[in-house]
């Protein structure tokens, strides 16, 4: 008896198979990554170094997080739930210097990482639970002065709504207002072969990086946020319909923009000439 306590108690985590306590949560969105190779090509695209102020959104088990410690030396990172904790600063605790916030990430406030102890912009990296990533991606939006540049894996069909262009089915409020804020980059595709459990849908690995100096000036980002929101509200209406409560035809007509279009065919350009005449006739209280 003695004999096998021991030998359980001495099992050595494996480098990144799921532990033998942790049952993966369907509410947490948790699809751990086990691919050596996926693994590998995440780390080479994000290039991590000992200067970067690296932070993980959901590191889980640890499968990304292990690697980039080891080249960086130190990381910061948001997991919500609390079983993951533990293991993960045990499995870690040789690889460099982790801090675990025991938090929501979409409340977190990523802006207050950013402290004179490291005063440099945020690197976000995340194999992101798909059940909350748009919400997540707005909310990291709102935060993006304090960002260099994000690199997720998320639902392959959300990187395509990211980086869609006008004309396109995909193309909507997503595409829109990532654009006006970050270069969006598809790097790949991933089967649901490189994740336990394997999710029922295929995955994409994207890079966001915030420009430095913004494409367009927008005057007022709320109402432009606003225009955006409400002229992809209903797809299938023209945009004097889906916006006639906010803008008459003489903002359409200052901004060359015809009316009887729908918003798939407005382009970032367009939405944010459109903001900027509405805002001008202070057609918006
Ligand atoms: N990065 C790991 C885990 C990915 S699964 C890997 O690639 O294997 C998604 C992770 O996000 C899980 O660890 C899950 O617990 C965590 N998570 C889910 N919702 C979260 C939230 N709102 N805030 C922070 N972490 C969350």
Known sequence: MRYIMLL??????????????????KRFGQNFLHDRNIINRIVQSISPSAEDHLVEIGPGQGAITQELLKIAGKLEAVELDRDLLQPLAERCAN??????????????????????ENPKPLRLVGNLPYNISTPLLFHLLEQADSIQDMHFMLQKEVVDRMAAKPGSKTYGRLSVMLQAWCKVEPLFDIGPGAFHPAPKVDSGFVRLTPY???????KDQRLFSQIVTQAFSQ????????????????????????????AERISLEEFVNLADKAWKTGQMS
């Open 8 to 25: 359980i108690y001495n099992v050595e985590p494996t480098a990144i198979g799921p532990p033998l306590m942790h049952r993966a949560k």
């Open 95 to 116: 690889l460099g210097r982790l801090q675990i916030y025991n938090s929501d990430a979409l409340s977190f406030d990523f802006r207050q990482l950013v402290s004179e």
């Open 212 to 218: 430095t100096t913004p494409l367009y000036h927008i």
């Open 235 to 262: 797809r299938r209406k023209t945009l004097r319909n889906s916006l006639k409560k906010m803008l008459d035809d003489t903002v359409f007509e200052q901004a060359g923009i015809d009316p009887s279009l729908r």
